[in-house]
């Protein structure tokens, strides 16, 4: 048996134990998927204190409608479903995005110049998936920082797959527009 069908038993027992009330099991769940929430949401954001509460509210959200939970899709795909909706909801808030100071990105080996053009470079893509109309975000930061399939971000989205196959067409195509000239001009 596969790592990843183990974890996904290991997810349905703690669920079912969830759905009966069970709130350490639920507690262990939000230990397993805290983080990864918190990337999507802040990638999604641009705000790390921003994404650490969303991260919380998808979570009471998650305990909330955990009785309507279905296994027919992973629960992480669940998860991540709602916490979109989170970000989506606090985006249009009209909330302003601060700039993504506390995202450690400088490796220990880099010289310091080096270190500071890493930084500069992250923080120019960083600011272009912000850019990005939030459906294309979604998709984009589902696919290439959460390495979902396209199935799976259809399912998590509650999309065509057509759907996912053109928003991240069209993310790709505007970040290439967007970074290339950049990249270009620091060579």
Same mark, same amino acid.
């Given at each position: 048996m596969s790592e990843t069908s183990t974890v996904a038993i290991a997810d349905l027992e703690l669920i079912a134990l969830a759905q009966q009330g069970d709130r350490q099991a639920f507690g262990e769940l939000v230990m397993r998927y805290r983080e990864r929430v918190i990337g999507v949401v802040y990638r999604m954001c641009g705000d790390s204190q921003l994404a650490e509460d969303a991260a919380q509210e998808a979570f009471v959200r998650a305990w909330q409608q955990l009785p309507r939970y279905q296994p027919r899709a992973p629960f992480q795909s669940w998860l991540y479903r709602i916490? $979109?909706?989170?970000?989506?909801?606090? @985006?249009?808030?009209?909330?302003?995005?601060?700039?993504?100071?506390? @995202?450690? $990105?400088?490796?220990?080996?880099l010289e310091p110049e080096a270190a500071a053009e890493r930084n500069a470079l992250h923080e120019q893509v960083q600011q272009a998936v912000l850019a990005l109309p939030e459906a294309s975000r979604s998709? @984009?930061? $589902?696919?290439?920082?959460?390495? $979902?399939?396209?199935?799976?971000?259809?399912?998590?989205?509650?999309?065509? @797959?057509?759907?996912?196959?053109s928003r991240l067409n069209y993310a790709r195509g505007r970040l290439r527009e967007w970074l290339c000239p950049l990249l270009e001009a620091g060579t």
């Open positions: 916490a $979109l909706n989170r970000a989506t909801d606090v @985006l249009r808030a009209d909330r302003e995005t601060a700039d993504v100071d506390d @995202l450690p $990105l400088v490796a220990q080996e998709v @984009l930061i $589902l696919r290439e920082y959460e390495g $979902l399939s396209y199935k799976e971000i259809a399912e998590t989205l509650d999309i065509p @797959l057509g759907t996912v196959m």
